[in-house]
């Protein structure tokens, strides 16, 4: 059985960098054919993708935030990690780490295409 774990901080300053890691276990995100995603969702509106990162290692970031956003993955750990720059109070979220064994972007903010969940961690961006 797949679990992750989100960890990072839970109030960051606006224009500083989110830094978030999802900590697997249960399964190598290496050998486990998966999409480990991050997802977000706002106060009071719904799930949005942000970016995946595949076994392979290959990865890909909604457009959106790309020009601010990296994900990477740190195989001795078993980690991958969200780093999201410049935020401001829009990006205030509860922030999910997720798997799932396909990925189509039209229903990426459908949660029955994720197969595993973290339990999320609530950020939130204030001075």
């Known amino acids: 059985q797949v679990q992750l774990q989100e960890s990072g901080p839970g109030l960051v300053k606006p224009s500083q960098t989110l830094s978030l890691t999802c900590t697997v276990s249960?399964?190598?995100?290496?050998?486990?054919?998966?999409?480990w995603s991050w997802i977000r969702q706002p106060p009071g509106k719904g799930r949005v993708w942000i970016a995946y990162?595949?076994?392979?290692?290959?990865?890909y970031i909604d457009i959106s935030l790309r020009s601010r956003t990296s994900i990477s993955r740190d195989t001795s750990k078993n980690q991958f990690t969200l780093r999201l720059s410049s935020v401001t109070p829009e990006d205030t979220a509860v922030y999910y780490c997720?798997?799932?064994?396909?990925?189509?972007?039209?229903?990426?903010?459908?949660?029955?295409?994720?197969?595993?969940w973290g339990q999320g961690t609530q950020v939130t961006i204030s001075s």
């Open positions: 990162v595949q076994h392979t290692g290959s990865t």
């Open positions: 997720v798997a799932s064994e396909t990925f189509r972007y039209s229903d990426s903010g459908n949660r029955n295409m994720y197969d595993y």
């Open positions: 249960g399964g190598s995100i290496t050998t486990a054919s998966y999409y």
